[in-house]
């Protein structure tokens, strides 16, 4: 009879896998500053001011098609504006949405989708009319509601949804131009021409 040796097989350490996100992030773009009695946002009546700014930015994990980008405001923002967009640089994101109800969340949805590598950001701003005859003073914030993408490797949901509120939105009063006469102006006068004789 034939007996059977034990094989021993020694032990080895595993590679460790880490799951990167492929999630959007939604953050305020810091490098626009809010609006203030100093540096305002826009004066009353203003056309296609920027009133918000934001960094879209895919996950580590892969790249992300963004198909909606959803708009709302806060402090009730709306009331003051109108002719609302979403621009990338000078690209148009959506349509324009002409009248705004405070509250409500407007859907931008780009044409072509958009495109992001793994970890690449993209920047949007926010414009609008300001309406007029307004009083100088904070008037609120835009406000992202949700970003909507599917991922380009696994083709699921890389939605963000939670709200990023953008800058304070700042409008001051029109101003006005007086123009006087300096007291030291000469008093202007007729004169009579002068003939001279040959």
């Not at 590679?15 to 004066?43: C, I, R």
């Not at 349509?95 to 072509?112: A, C, D, E, K, R």
């Not at 699921?156 to 939670?162: F, G, I, L, Q």
Request: proline share 3%.
């Amino acid at each position: 009879m034939v007996s059977m040796g034990t094989d021993v097989i020694g032990s080895h350490d595993a590679f460790q896998l880490t799951a990167a996100s492929g999630a959007l992030t939604v953050a305020k773009n810091l490098s626009v500053a809010d609006g203030s009695a100093t540096v305002p946002t826009a004066v009353t009546g203003a056309a296609n001011k920027r009133v918000g700014a934001f960094t879209i930015t895919a996950g580590a994990g892969e790249g992300v098609e963004v198909s909606s980008i959803m708009v709302t405001d806060e402090s009730a923002a709306f009331n003051y504006l109108q002719n609302l967009k979403v621009m990338h640089g000078t690209t148009q994101i959506g349509n324009t949405i002409g009248t705004l109800n405070t509250t409500t969340s407007y859907t931008f949805v780009p044409s072509p989708y958009i495109t992001l590598a793994a970890s690449e950001a993209y920047t949007i701003d926010v414009y609008a009319d300001v309406k007029t005859g307004l009083s100088a003073g904070d008037k609120g914030h835009i406000v992202i509601d949700e970003v909507d993408g599917t991922g380009l490797t696994t083709n699921t949901s890389a939605n963000y949804t939670d709200d990023v509120t953008g800058q304070i939105i700042y409008v001051a009063e029109e101003g006005t131009l007086t123009v006087t006469v300096d007291a030291n102006t000469p008093t202007s006068d007729i004169l009579p021409m002068l003939s001279g004789t040959g």
